[in-house]
């Protein structure tokens, strides 16, 4: 199926930890996308790579760290987990102009 | 700063009714608007997109309108289903800006 992929789907773990969600895309788009999702439903970009390159970084604490090894895969690290990092994380692909297509999300709990 | 809000933040229809979901944009300078519906337990999937050179555009059941002069977007659905029974949301792109700025989303139940 052509689709945008995200795993772990659920992600439970102890404040502290480091963990990695990953993303891949196969729909051949140029652009890839990560979202988090709080729990009031709220919608918001973090970061975007096109081609490899990044070229949106909205304010986000340093312990959150995209790498993109190719342009079918964006993954996000984050660092020392806190409890405010409890949410649901999106990725999601679109070829440079188009709609953005979602994966199913990454829904993170910080115990 | 720019933001994007929508009116109700929730929308309770009959079966086979027709519904609106509204949406304010505060960005002047946004030229490309678009709808997305979240289901339970999925990420948002696209509806419909229109760019600011157009004032409505239809797509099957459903039509967004957009009026620039009070920057504000709507999303009517026709003859609802209970399939529409989800999340709502609109966004808006700045011109030349690379990112989309979402609404805090309308949850619209059709009750059968």
């Known amino acids: 199926d052509t689709a945008v992929s995200q795993t772990p789907k659920y992600l439970v773990t102890q404040m502290g930890n480091d963990k990695s969600i990953k993303c891949e895309q196969n729909l051949g788009h140029d652009t890839m996308y990560w979202y988090k999702q709080d729990s009031k439903k709220f919608l918001k970009i973090m970061f975007s790579?096109?081609?490899?390159?990044?070229?949106i970084n909205e304010t986000v604490p340093n312990r959150f760290s995209p790498k993109s090894p190719d342009k079918a895969h964006l993954n996000l690290h984050i660092n020392s987990l806190e409890l405010g990092d409890s949410a649901v994380y999106f990725c999601?692909?679109?070829?440079?102009?188009?709609?953005?297509?979602f994966g199913d999300g990454t829904r993170l709990s910080i115990l | 700063g720019e933001s994007v809000g929508l009116h109700l933040p929730t929308l309770s229809v009959q079966e086979g009714d027709n519904s609106i979901i509204n949406c304010a944009y505060s960005?002047?300078?946004?030229?490309?608007f678009i709808w997305y519906k979240q289901e339970s337990g999925k990420g948002p999937q696209f509806i419909i997109d229109i760019r600011s050179n157009m004032d409505k555009r239809q797509g099957q059941r459903v039509t967004v309108l957009l009026n620039k002069t009070v920057k504000h977007l709507s999303l009517q659905i026709a003859a609802t289903q209970p399939g529409d029974s989800a999340v709502y949301f609109c966004a808006d792109r700045g011109w030349g800006a690379q990112k989309l700025v979402f609404g805090q989303g309308t949850r619209l139940t059709i009750n059968p």
């Open positions: 960005n002047s300078a946004s030229d490309y």
């Open positions: 999601a692909s679109s070829q440079t102009g188009q709609p953005q297509h």
């Open positions: 790579y096109n081609n490899k390159e990044l070229i």
